[in-house]
């Protein structure tokens, strides 16, 4: 069973500034880890999803990377803007969540 | 055309009552889930099936029970609700339970606040 970790819990930064949020787990025995978004009332939303094959994934701002040996896993949002304000979680093999970093990002 | 749909979005009951959240999903995906997000937003996965079939029952009291009348569908009731049990709800679908497939994106339902008097 993976134990996961999100730190900080809560983050604020500057509009235009890059960023890393942290995703640690237990088990390296893992098989994926997706990052989702979460706003506030709202449901969650797939941002990327890493394979244990893979090392990375990008999409647009975003690039998320894997590392099985450490059980470490970062998603790194480039040049931020205030709609990338929300709660960002990640999942280790499919349903073990993080308890999730909120992000600001002031105008 | 929403991928995952949940419904009521909002259901507001007394202790003891009996109550059903509907899910239905139109991925293809053969496998479903059923989460609650506690006060302090942590996500908890309840069940998980696959295939109509329960796969995974986590630490939830009996009184909680899924049904999956096809693929597309994974109903919750819950009998005899608690204040413990008010929270949000939320159903989520992927091809498969266990990465076996390469493509496992998980996808969200928009989630079900229960809120029990």
């Known amino acids: 069973k993976q134990e996961v970790t999100q730190i900080p819990a809560a983050l604020s930064v500057p509009e235009g500034e890059n960023l890393v949020l942290n995703c640690s787990f237990t088990?390296?025995?893992?098989?994926?880890l997706q990052w989702f978004r979460q706003d506030p009332g709202k449901g969650l939303t797939s941002l990327l999803l890493?394979?244990?094959?893979?090392r990375e994934q990008t999409s647009g701002r975003l690039n998320a990377s894997l590392d099985k040996s450490s059980g470490r896993s970062t998603l790194y949002i480039a040049a931020s803007q205030p709609g990338d304000s929300a709660t960002y979680l990640c999942a280790a093999n499919q349903f073990y969540f993080g308890t999730g970093t909120s992000l600001t990002v002031i105008p | 055309d929403t991928a995952v749909s949940q419904t009521p979005k909002y259901l507001v009951t007394q202790m003891g009552n009996d109550k059903s959240i509907k899910c239905e999903q139109n991925?293809?995906?053969?496998?479903m889930y059923w989460y609650k997000q506690d006060s302090k937003k942590f996500l908890k996965i309840m069940f998980s099936?696959?295939?109509?079939?329960?796969?995974i029952n986590e630490t939830v009291p009996n009184r909680f029970s899924p049904k999956s009348p096809d693929k597309a569908h994974l109903n919750l009731h819950i009998n005899s609700l608690e204040l413990g049990d008010s929270a949000v709800y939320f159903c989520?679908?992927?091809?498969?339970?266990?990465?076996?497939?390469?493509?496992?994106?998980?996808?969200f339902g928009p989630g079900t606040r229960l809120t029990v008097l």
């Open positions: 890493i394979q244990s094959s893979q």
């Open positions: 989520a679908s992927s091809q498969d339970p266990q990465g076996l497939v390469s493509d496992n994106e998980q996808f």
């Open positions: 991925l293809g995906h053969d496998t």
């Open positions: 088990d390296s025995a893992i098989y994926n």
């Open positions: 099936y696959n295939n109509k079939e329960l796969i």
